[in-house]
Every structure is written in structure tokens, then in C-alpha cells.
């Protein structure tokens, strides 16, 4: 494949072209898929970060929990299996993708119920056991919906496809956040967190519906290609040969410490925002409309100019100015801590954040999709995307204690620095001469004496 982020299709009609594929059927089966995928990590960060506080969880033990989400982390461990062991029944009706995208999403809704009913004011334990429980299944769902998206999006599809699923990630955000907390809320409909919760876990149908109608993916054609192998060949195949196809790539380790350190400093001001945002005395109400109702339509802003922008400017450059936006963003919030409560500067700093997030996600989202060999999508995919996942949980953990240390103000000025090194390492890739040029068609023993797919080549 060409680089994903090349200007062949600006150039075939401008912007009315570049934006044309968004409308494309596949590429809006994959913004409802993502729905389905953004709305479980939702509930167990931003949304579980405001319930903790609410109820009178200390900042210290809401940072550490955001390590329940461990699973997304480690999601490819079990990821090769999602690639290769066939449901009974299910895989013969739907194909591999979408038997395993159904199985997962009825048990997800019903430990979504769960941990919307219990209560972790005085049951923190049974709490724990049901966000890591749907922590696990959120994950594995991610597993499937991002395999199979890259799997039906074509090369000329894929940054739109990919700009589309992160619409639908958001949209499926703003319910777990909006629409939990207004339904929760006595300021909302006070329906109390667990039918909050429950209702929120009706995410999981659009992204069934979408599967229904996009049909089997592109990985059922290679699986039906292969010959019968031993139990021993397919264990191999199955678990060792993901990882062996990547690690060949030249620069494969120098990919996976950029991917862990890229949106260090953004993950940490997120855990930290909604905590803050309690402390400094905004309501519900406000909390709703300004961070949720506002961010929103600023995410969709960010999201919708990924698209173009990577058209534009190509992937390297793309990546690094976003990394950049991103990075300044956090200065808005510093400000906000020092204004205090201002709806302002809330409004400012939310907008701010928003649309470079929404912006620098999709590019980032859209360089990992382009290295996943279509041979082990789910497996590759979920590597990439759990090394992102470590940055977001394990190494921005400590941010409850940084805040109590450093205060607000200090607190936002330190992410800026946090994000640093990531920076550095794309700009030592780039005096390097590496550009990212990626190949997402499967990989044949003939083709073993060409470059693997995604190789980082001298530019």
C-alpha cells in the first residue's frame, strides 16, 4: 500500500474529493462500530473518575485505579486466539470477526449492568471484579471491531474510515459521559447509576447492526486460503507468528517506544481532569454541557480535519505537529486551575483540548491500522494499540500524586514536559531519514525475500 497519508487522493479533486469517502458504506460501517468500541473505556475512565469522586474517593486511589483498565494493555496476549480459534456455530453463520464481535458483545452488556449496580463507596472490592471484568471484554471487543475495520476499509478508504470509526468512538464517549452521568444524576434524570449504567450498555447494538450489514471481512478469505496444519504448525502460526513478522521490520522496537510514550502527557491530564474540574466547583449541569456537550462538537471538529490534514502534510509531519497541538493544549488548563472556577476558561481550555485530541488521535490511530498485516490484524493491531494503552494507564497512573504535590497549576505545566520525550524520539526518527510506508496486504512465503510490510524505509 501506498503511504496511508499520501496526497494521491487530494489531488484527484481537491477537498470535495478528499472528503467524499466518508459517506462510503463501509467507512460508515466503521463509525458505528466504533460506538460500540468507544463507550466501555468511557465508563471506566472519565465517567468512573467523576463517579469515585463524587461518592468521595481520595485523588490518590482514583489515579491507581485507572489501572483496572490493566487489560487494554495487555489485549495482545490473547489477541493471536481472536485471529485464529473458531467459534462453534457462530463462525459458520457470521465468519470469524463477527462471531467473536457478537459473543463478546452480549457478555460486555451484561458486565456493564453489573458494574453500573455495584457500589464502590462500600463494596470497592465487588466494584473492582466488575470494571476489570468489563475492562477484559471491552478490550477483547476492541480486539475484534479494530481488526475487522481495517479488514473492509480498502487503502483509499482507511484514513477516512479510520476518521469515521474515531467519530464513532467519540460519539460512543460522549454517551458513556454525557448520557450516563445525566441519567444518573439528581441534577439529570436521577435514574441512579446502576439503570445509568445498564442503558449505556445498549452501545454494544450499533456496532452489531454495522456487522450485520458490512458482511465478513477480508481475514475470513485468508483463513479459507490456508491448508490444514498440525495442532504444533498451528500454535506457531497462530502465537509466534504475528510477533516474528513484525519484530523483522527494521525499526519494529524503535514503533513500539514511540507508540508507549507518544500521548503520555495528554493520558495523564485526562485521568486528572474530571477530578479537577469537581474541585473546582462546577456543577453537574456545567460539567455536562461545557466538558461533555462543548468537547464534543470539538472532538467532532478535530476528527473530521484528520483526514485532510494527513492528506496534506503526509504521516511523519502529520504526527509531529499534532503531537505538538496536543502537547500546548495542556497550557489552557493551567490557566483554568489558576482562573479557578470560570466558564471561560473551561469552555477555552475543553475546545482547545478537543480538537487537537480529536485531531492527533485519528492521525496516530491511522498510523497504527496501516501496519497491520491483514494476515495477523488482530494480533498486530492490538500490540500496537496496547503499548498506547500502557502509557495510558501504568505510566500515567502517578498523576493523582503529582496533582497533590504539585498543585493544579503545576500539575498541567508538568504534562507539558511529560510529552517531551515523545517528541524527541519522532524528531530523532526523522533526522534518521525514516518514513513510514506501510503494506497491509498478507504475507505469502513467496514474498519472504521482499521488505515485510510496514518496514521503515530510508526516506
Excluded at 158 to 170: D, E, I, K, S, V
Excluded at 180 to 205: D, H, K, R
Excluded at 328 to 334: G, K, P, R, T
Amino acid at each position: 500500500m501506498n503511504d496511508i497519508a499520501g496526497s494521491a487522493t487530494a489531488g484527484r479533486g481537491g477537498f470535495r474529493a478528499t472528503m467524499a469517502p466518508y459517506v462510503r458504506p463501509r467507512p460508515i460501517a466503521a463509525l458505528l462500530l466504533g460506538i460500540s468500541s468507544g463507550f466501555p473505556l468511557a465508563l471506566l475512565l472519565g465517567t468512573m473518575t467523576f463517579w469515585l469522586t463524587k461518592v468521595g474517593i481520595d485523588k490518590k486511589t482514583i489515579g491507581f485505579a485507572v489501572g483496572l483498565t490493566t487489560p487494554y494493555t495487555l489485549k495482545f496476549l490473547w489477541a493471536p486466539f481472536i485471529d485464529r480459534v473458531k467459534l462453534p456455530l457462530l463462525t459458520g453463520l457470521f465468519g470469524q470477526r463477527r462471531a467473536w464481535l457478537f459473543f463478546i458483545q452480549a457478555l460486555l452488556f451484561g458486565s456493564v449492568w453489573m458494574l453500573g449496580a455495584s457500589d464502590p463507596a462500600n463494596h470497592l472490592g465487588a466494584f473492582a471484579f466488575w470494571a476489570i471484568a468489563t475492562s477484559f471484554l471491552g478490550a477483547t471487543q476492541d480486539i475484534v471491531v479494530d481488526a475487522y475495520r481495517i479488514e473492509i476499509l480498502s487503502d483509499e478508504e482507511l484514513p477516512h474510515g479510520t476518521a469515521n470509526n474515531q467519530f464513532g468512538y467519540r460519539l460512543g464517549a460522549f454517551i458513556a459521559g454525557v448520557g450516563t452521568i445525566a441519567m444518573a444524576s439528581p441534577e439529570g434524570w436521577n435514574l441512579g447509576w446502576a439503570q445509568a449504567y445498564g442503558f449505556t450498555g445498549l452501545c454494544v447494538l450499533p456496532g452489531a447492526l454495522a456487522a450485520l450489514w458490512a458482511g465478513p471481512g477480508l481475514h475470513d478469505r485468508v483463513l479459507a486460503t490456508e491448508p490444514r496444519q498440525s495442532f504444533g504448525l498451528w500454535l506457531e502460526t497462530t502465537i509466534v507468528g504475528p510477533f516474528r513478522e513484525f519484530f523483522r521490520r527494521r525499526g519494529a522496537v524503535l514503533i513500539l517506544l514511540f507508540v508507549l510514550i507518544y500521548k503520555l502527557g495528554d493520558a495523564m491530564g485526562q485521568i486528572m481532569l474530571n477530578p479537577m474540574i469537581v474541585e473546582l466547583g462546577f456543577s453537574d449541569t456545567e460539567f455536562i454541557v461545557i466538558n461533555k456537550g462543548v468537547g464534543f462538537w470539538g472532538l467532532i471538529v478535530g476528527t473530521g480535519l484528520a483526514a485532510p490534514f494527513m492528506a496534506w502534510l503526509g504521516m511523519g509531519r502529520a504526527l509531529f505537529i499534532s503531537g505538538l497541538l496536543m502537547m500546548f493544549s495542556n497550557l489552557v488548563f493551567a490557566i483554568l486551575a489558576m482562573q479557578g472556577h470560570s466558564n471561560f476558561w473551561l469552555t477555552t481550555a475543553v475546545v482547545t483540548e478537543q480538537v487537537t485530541s480529536g485531531m492527533g488521535l485519528t492521525v496516530f490511530v491511522t498510523y497504527l491500522s496501516g501496519l497491520s498485516n491483514l494476515a495477523y490484524t488482530a494480533t498486530q493491531f492490538a500490540l500496537l494499540s496496547s503499548f498506547a494503552a500502557v502509557g495510558r494507564t501504568w505510566l500515567s497512573s502517578p498523576a493523582g500524586i503529582a496533582a497533590e504535590k504539585l498543585g493544579w497549576p503545576g500539575f498541567w505545566m508538568m504534562t507539558m514536559v511529560v510529552a517531551l520525550p515523545g517528541m524527541i524520539l519522532l524528531w530523532a526518527l526523522w533526522r534518521k531519514g525514516f518514513v513510514v510506508e506501510t503494506v497491509r496486504q498478507p504475507k505469502s512465503e513467496a514474498e519472504d525475500a521482499a521488505p515485510p510490510p510496514g518496514e521503515v524505509k530510508p526516506a
